[in-house]
């Protein structure tokens, strides 16, 4: 019986591997950069900045502002999210939180109580702030507006937000900008690559990357491998 055939990918100076699956993008620059090739990439599907209306339903005077979305495990979906008081409290209340489907994602956000009193809340990938004035009663209704992002890609960036956090392609080649705009590029979004040769942009150096950061990448299917130095030129001749 013949033995099992072992392969050893040979580093030949690409990112890419055999069997990589490409697709044409728009990657965002926000002014004079290079991204490398092997640059980890995001998308960014929602907007950073959030938007919340008057109190509604009731005699309330109260406000939610300082709106944004922040570094979360979570993207939240696009639309009107509503959040509404289920428990009137003096100078305070317990709200709940329905996404723009009306499905309820948190039942009980709790006001702090206290004349004026401002309550920061991070929930649902969404973070705002709820301040006291005339009370609130059952029923105060706020809307929440997610608007959707670009949707083009950015470097992946481990502090970033609005799916910027999430690693779902590879840069194919370098591509450079001298302002900021969108580039068309190449971009790996299946396949193998080869790990030694991912970047965060970020970091800027090839192989920073975290076991759990590969593990986001495989879960959209790019597989990182490593790879290895030929000691020699198999075929001199």
């Known amino acids: 019986m013949s033995p099992n055939i072992i392969t050893t990918n040979c580093d030949l100076g690409s990112v890419q591997l055999e069997g990589c699956k490409f697709k044409p993008e728009l990657v965002t620059f926000a002014g004079l950069d290079?991204?490398?090739?092997?640059?980890v990439l995001a998308r960014q599907d929602v907007s950073l900045t959030l938007t919340a209306g008057s109190v509604q339903g009731g005699t309330g005077t109260g406000?939610?502002?300082?709106?944004?979305?922040?570094?979360?495990?979570?993207?939240?979906?696009v639309?009107?999210?509503r959040l509404e008081l289920t428990e009137a409290i003096s100078?305070?209340?317990?709200?709940?939180?329905?996404?723009?489907?009306g499905m309820i994602v948190a039942t009980d956000i709790r006001m702090t109580a206290g004349s004026g009193a401002a309550?920061?809340?991070?929930?649902?990938?969404?973070?705002?702030?709820?301040?006291?004035?005339?009370?609130?009663?059952?029923?105060?209704?706020?809307?929440?507006?997610?608007?959707?992002?670009?949707?083009?890609?950015v470097p992946y960036s481990r502090?970033?937000?609005?799916?910027?956090?999430?690693?779902?392609?590879?840069?194919?080649h370098t591509v450079s900008r001298a302002d900021a705009g969108d580039v068309p590029a190449r971009v790996i979004v299946s396949g193998p690559v080869v790990k030694e040769r991912l970047v965060i942009d970020a970091v800027g150096t090839p192989g920073?990357?975290?076991?759990?950061?590969?593990?986001?990448?495989?879960?959209?299917?790019?597989?990182?491998?490593?790879?290895?130095?030929?000691?020699?030129?198999?075929?001199?001749?």
């Open 63 to 77: 406000t939610v502002t300082v709106l944004s979305i922040p570094n979360s495990t979570v993207v939240p979906m």
């Open 79 to 81: 639309g009107d999210w």
């Open 119 to 153: 309550t920061v809340v991070e929930v649902a990938g969404m973070l705002f702030t709820i301040t006291d004035a005339t009370d609130f009663i059952v029923g105060n209704y706020f809307l929440i507006t997610v608007a959707a992002g670009s949707g083009k890609m």
């Open 34 to 39: 290079t991204f490398v090739e092997g640059t």
């Open 208 to 237: 920073s990357i975290t076991d759990a950061e590969l593990d986001m990448l495989r879960s959209y299917g790019i597989i990182a491998q490593s790879v290895s130095q030929l000691a020699r030129i198999d075929n001199p001749q």
């Open 91 to 101: 100078n305070g209340g317990i709200f709940r939180l329905l996404d723009p489907n």
């Open 159 to 172: 502090t970033g937000a609005g799916g910027a956090q999430f690693p779902k392609a590879i840069l194919a």
